[in-house]
């Protein structure tokens, strides 16, 4: 196979699949060419779509199954009856070796408990958190976890900084990522337990990393930091809170520029750079979260997103693959955990 | 007195304290005229300021005193040691019915703990919280908590959604306000435990109010609920995920018509437009934060907001108490709450 990544797609996730997901390859594939593609699905849906897309159809192996895995659907039950759904069949797709990834836009729960349970975590690591990187003032910045992790303890908290770290270098490229702990302020005793507990071990240079200290809410888009580490439940409120105050302003940016006809005949001016800014701030551009922390790469898409933003989340996984994210964090996590001490809490032989 | 509202102020709180506070007291007093103020500082920095401002001269009483509280003091080392700060002092005002709202732009965490032990917390509520309100694409919404309560349960949660409402109905005038309770999903069984309990609680009708469910972070300015309760690490958190994407939305926004000839002509168009909007989303305007649940009224102002927010704080104290809020909540609580037993945990008299 050489240098070329494949990718299984769970053709069958997502408010507009299988449609959006075989755009999505298709866009993916002229940006990354030679990528392979298995999609699992309802041969009778894609069949047809396929065929409109020939040059996708030359990538592609498509593996028939009827069943799927519905949005509403617990992550337990998923899990136990759903082993001929599309989702489940990519993710086993990753676990024996036949694709280097998996990327599926359906429901995120049950996606994080197969993975787990198909994948297995990586050595060291308790938990696997949901990560994304977003625009800042500066660029761009991880945050995690999003939304994997309702309760978080500082054991935790330390583990996602160090997957934060290790993915800022592989796939940002960045040599020495800073990493930043949210919290409601930046002196040391702010906080819960959790993030107070964790605060001090990071600070303690127990790991590696370069710690910057506490975050605040503002700083994430700031850029104050490379990594932002939070539990899942605050991440996962700060990402959509922060979806939502950039819809509020382009809204209101649209109707501002309705208002009048000196308005409208301003944007003609500016439109321009109006769309570089859109561009440049598009939901799209950021879709595709990483579940980091086991032994495979995958990536959630945005359920609601388009064929533009679902190649977004392909090509997450494919420059996970390609910038060999795996072997970083597994050396890393070597590096870090000296060979366990055996258990305490095993009696000793008599 | 008649309707004429008067207005303790910690002259001495914020970064650009005093002169930004009496200027403010200045604005307030146009927008509100009949207002008094009593101003606690230092009378050597307070009189050549007053010396400028010949209107609000008239309306204001000054109290010397030379101490202060500083931005790092912790709370509990406040309340102990700073009897004669310009912030205790303030409070002290509205305690002893000198005034009817206190407005400071000092430490946070030190107008708290000072504010519930002077004022003590409303019968039927253990813990005030912080409150704003803020733009939605409907209108307007309020939000608590936003950081007194780093660590929340169930009751406190429901007591907040109480409150909530009674802010919505008569600050903001609204009749039936919907209440939102801040999670990472609307489905029953997300969350943490006092999140999912509060959920149980409030949706049971225990509290007369239209809780509306689960909201997410999106609905926030989205204006879904015209309440969005959450604990106040996650609030404080949201609160400043939205001002950074503002922030940055702004920037860029900037930037962008500073791109080209032409970006900078549809400026000149489009400017009268724009400046409405720059006007409706201005974090000045939302300046001052209402602590609710206490035995009077505290409005707290960011630090570092200039004349024109300051005076949008005092103006959140003025309608607080002009609406009677104070009375509303009471009555509200005394519906809700019946007499109380006797405390179990007491012996029985012999």
């Known amino acids: 196979m050489g ?35 298995l999609a699992f699905g309802a041969e009778s849906e894609i069949a047809p779509l396929l065929a409109k897309l020939p040059r996708l159809g030359g990538a592609v192996t498509v593996h028939h199954t009827s069943e799927t895995v519905s949005d509403d659907a617990k992550p337990s039950q998923a899990l136990r009856s759903g082993r001929q759904s599309s989702m489940r069949l990519a993710i ?12 599926s836009a359906g429901n995120t729960g049950a996606l994080m408990a197969i993975a787990k349970f198909v994948l297995k975590t990586l050595p060291g690591i308790d938990r696997p958190a949901i990560a994304t990187y977003f625009p800042t003032r500066r660029g761009e910045s991880v945050m995690l976890d999003l939304g994997a992790n309702i309760e978080c303890d500082a054991e935790n908290l330390v583990q996602f900084a160090l997957m934060g770290d290790a993915f800022a270098r592989t796939v940002l490229g960045l040599v020495e990522p800073t990493v930043g702990l949210l919290n409601v302020g930046s002196e040391e005793l702010k906080g ?5 507990e964790a605060g001090v071990r ?3 240079g127990e790991v ?8 605040e809410g503002d700083d994430i888009t700031a850029g104050t930091v490379d990594v932002v580490v939070t539990d899942g439940f605050t991440g996962n409120v700060a990402l959509k809170t922060a979806e939502g105050t950039a819809k509020l302003f382009t809204e209101s940016l649209r109707s501002a520029f309705r208002h009048s ?3 409208r005949l301003g944007y003609v001016f500016a439109r321009g750079a ?16 990483m579940f980091l922390g086991l032994c495979g790469i995958a990536v959630k898409s945005h359920g609601s997103t388009d064929a533009f933003g679902f190649a977004n989340a392909i090509g997450v996984a494919v420059d996970m693959k390609r910038n060999g994210f795996l072997d970083q964090i597994r050396s890393e996590l070597q590096r870090l955990s000296p060979p366990s001490p055996q258990p305490l809490a095993q009696p000793a032989a008599l």
Do not use: C, W
């Not at 819960?192 to 107070?196: I, L, P, S």
């Open 3 to 37: 240098d070329a990544v494949t990718i299984a797609l769970d053709a069958m996730g997502g408010d507009r699949a299988p449609a959006m997901v075989l755009q999505g390859a298709e866009i993916a594939l002229q940006r990354y060419p030679g990528t392979r593609f």
């Open 208 to 215: 590696p990393i370069r710690f910057h200290g506490f975050v």
């Open 202 to 204: 990071l600070r303690s």
């Open 92 to 103: 086993d797709a990753v676990a024996d070796g036949r694709a280097d990834g998996v990327v």
């Open 261 to 263: 006809l000196m308005a």
């Open 274 to 289: 109006l769309k570089k800014l859109a561009a440049r701030i598009d939901p799209r551009r950021y879709n595709g979260a």
């Open 192 to 196: 819960n337990d959790a993030v107070r």
